[in-house]
Nanobody, 120 residues
Framework: QVQLVESGGGLVQPGGSLRLSCAASGSIFNIYAMGWYRQAPGKQRDLVAT???????NYADSGKGRFTISRDNAKNTVYLQMNSLKFEDTAVYYCNADIRDYSMRRSDYWGQGTQVTVSS
């Protein structure tokens, strides 16, 4: 089985920063793209940023210039550094990863989500 475990969410004031982490574990043969999505109350889940195994980055417009996605392939971990946070960044943030396990089955995995609240 494969698991994604997120950490690093919390309460922060506008203009503040947070760093999210997501570690993949289990029967992992290879990890392709990893990414972060978020879902605010009453809204759909939206892309925040993705990073391929080769390091190609993609950001939603909402986070460009403020968010930085990175990954440590040796640790099977993806990070999201969020700076200059705004009220509208409040959401549950979900980690996503495209993983092939040792059964050679390739699937899309999601973490359990971590709450980010931007409030004064």
């Amino acid at each position: 089985q494969v698991q994604l475990v997120e950490s690093g969410g919390g309460l922060v004031q506008p203009g503040g920063s947070l760093r999210l982490s997501c570690a993949a574990s289990g029967s992992i043969f290879n990890i392709y793209a990893m990414g972060w999505y978020r879902q605010a109350p009453g809204k759909q889940r939206d892309l925040v940023a993705t990073i391929t195994s080769g390091g190609r980055l993609n950001y939603a417009d909402s986070g460009k210039g403020r968010f930085t996605i990175s990954r440590d392939n040796a640790k099977n971990t993806v990070y999201l550094q969020m700076n200059s946070l705004k009220f509208e960044d409040t959401a549950v943030y979900y980690c996503n990863a495209d993983i092939r396990d040792y059964s050679m089955r390739r699937s899309d995995y999601w973490g359990q989500g971590t709450q980010v609240t931007v409030s004064s």
